[in-house]
């Protein structure tokens, strides 16, 4: 089992940054892929952007310029850089990581999500 702790989210002005992080907990497997999803109010969750463990990158259009991910594999850390913030980019923030086991299928966990919100 993976236990994954989120940090960083809280209230900024529009045009406004943050930097949340995630702390993965765990020794099954390896982590493959970290990520980080949010969900706005009514709205499914999204991908936001993900990593791989060979530094791999994948970000929603909508944060393209503006969101940076990276990763410590030796801290099992994720970090999302949000930059130039704006109103919709509210939401509940998720973390996510997919961890691989030798002769046995990918496994996902996620974290409890920490809350951004964006003023106008």
């Known amino acids: 089992q993976w236990q994954l702790v989120e940090s960083g989210g809280g209230l900024v002005q529009e045009g406004g940054s943050l930097r949340l992080s995630c702390v993965a907990s765990?020794?099954?497997?390896?982590?493959?892929?970290m990520g980080w999803y949010r969900q706005a109010p009514g709205k499914e969750r999204e991908l936001v952007a993900a990593?791989?463990?060979?530094?791999?990158?994948n970000y929603a259009n909508s944060v393209k310029e503006r969101f940076i991910i990276s990763r410590d594999n030796a801290k099992k850390t994720v970090y999302l850089q949000m930059n130039s913030l704006k109103p919709e980019d509210t939401a509940i923030y998720y973390c996510k990581i997919v961890t691989m086991v030798p002769f046995d299928r990918p496994y996902d966990y996620w974290g409890q999500g920490t809350p951004v919100t964006v003023s106008s």
């Open positions: 990593i791989t463990r060979r530094g791999s990158t």
């Open positions: 765990g020794t099954r497997g390896i982590i493959e892929e």
